[in-house]
């Protein structure tokens, strides 16, 4: 391989790494915070790449339309998703009911989807590049496509953009002290309800910015469903349920490592994110066992 080669597929990997760990970070906070899994992470991702589709199509593929997606989108499904975390998730906090959870979400999961296929029908759709970054850059002597790089800034500022907010403000530390005492909190006179409920938009939102990013770069479908859900939840179970380190260390494995399968064999590489999985968790419990003995 040469070494123009390694770095395109470098930088085609950390792209797809940033995706994935947008839908995985919206599952991981959710989780973390509520103790909910939220089932319809897929759909929410498939739901932020059809309503991309609509930006551009009616302000066009220029600076501004997609200024307006990468914001509008996914407020607008934040916005949702506070409409359904308060009137669906809410009342199964306190009686801790897992089962109405799983429920609940998965059937957000079909409703969203059933709306999807109800607006936008069962066809095929694609967006266009961002004006402007349909070019490539060279770097390092790889021919970097424009959009590609800007997926990859975008991901760096938006991780960073989660660090700062979880520990370095006071709604950061609030959303901590709610994973270990959410009583406490109440008696110290904090809205937890109201808390949960941005937590739950803010994780949903996240899942949609993953599809507003991923829409350019492959067709729009209704199976962008199963191939969102699937990996958010390997990456979320590699890194550790509540880890959102080791999530976004999980992503960044099975992103490149995938780019790199694809170059020998297409089809196995779609098992990579498998892969990566079976070998951490074989990796961390033979590392406990040494521990243990």
Do not use: C, K
């Not at 506070?82 to 009686?95: D, K, M, N, P």
């Not at 990996?231 to 780019?259: D, E, R, Y």
């Not at 990579?272 to 961390?284: E, K």
Request: hydrophobic fraction near 55%; proline fraction near 2%.
């Amino acid at each position: 391989m040469s070494f123009v080669t390694f770095v395109d597929q470098l930088f085609a990997g950390l792209s797809l790494a940033f995706v994935l760990f947008f839908s995985a970070a919206g599952l991981n906070l959710v989780w973390g915070v509520l103790g909910v899994m939220n089932f319809a992470a897929g759909s929410v991702y498939m739901l932020g790449a059809y309503l991309t589709t609509s930006a551009i199509a009616r302000l066009g593929a220029s600076a501004l339309g997609w200024t307006a997606a990468l914001i509008l989108v996914p407020l607008a499904v934040a916005g949702l998703g506070a409409i359904a975390e308060i009137a669906l998730l809410r009342r199964t906090y306190r009686q801790q009911d897992e089962n109405r959870q799983f429920m609940l979400t998965l059937a957000l999961s079909y409703l969203i989807a059933g709306m999807v296929v109800l607006v936008y029908g069962t066809h095929f759709r694609t967006v266009s590049l961002p004006a402007g970054l349909s070019g490539t850059w060279t770097i390092l002597g790889a021919q970097i496509e424009q959009y590609t790089v800007l997926t990859i800034v975008l991901g760096l500022a938006v991780t960073v953009a989660i660090w700062l907010g979880l520990y370095r403000t006071r709604a950061g530390l609030l959303t901590r002290a709610a994973v270990d005492d959410r009583e406490m909190l109440s008696v110290l006179g904090v809205n937890v309800n109201r808390l949960y409920s941005a937590v739950f938009a803010f994780g949903i939102a996240l899942g949609a910015l993953g599809g507003v990013l991923i829409a350019p770069q492959s067709t729009v479908s209704t199976n962008l469903e199963t191939t969102a859900l699937v990996p958010a939840f390997i990456v979320v179970v590699t890194g550790g349920l509540g880890n959102m380190t080791g999530a976004l260390l999980a992503a960044l494995a099975i992103g490149i490592a995938q780019s790199f399968v694809t170059l020998q064999d297409a089809t196995f590489a779609q098992l990579t994110p498998y892969a990566v999985m079976t070998i951490v968790l074989l990796a961390r419990g033979t590392g406990r066992r040494w521990v243990a003995a």
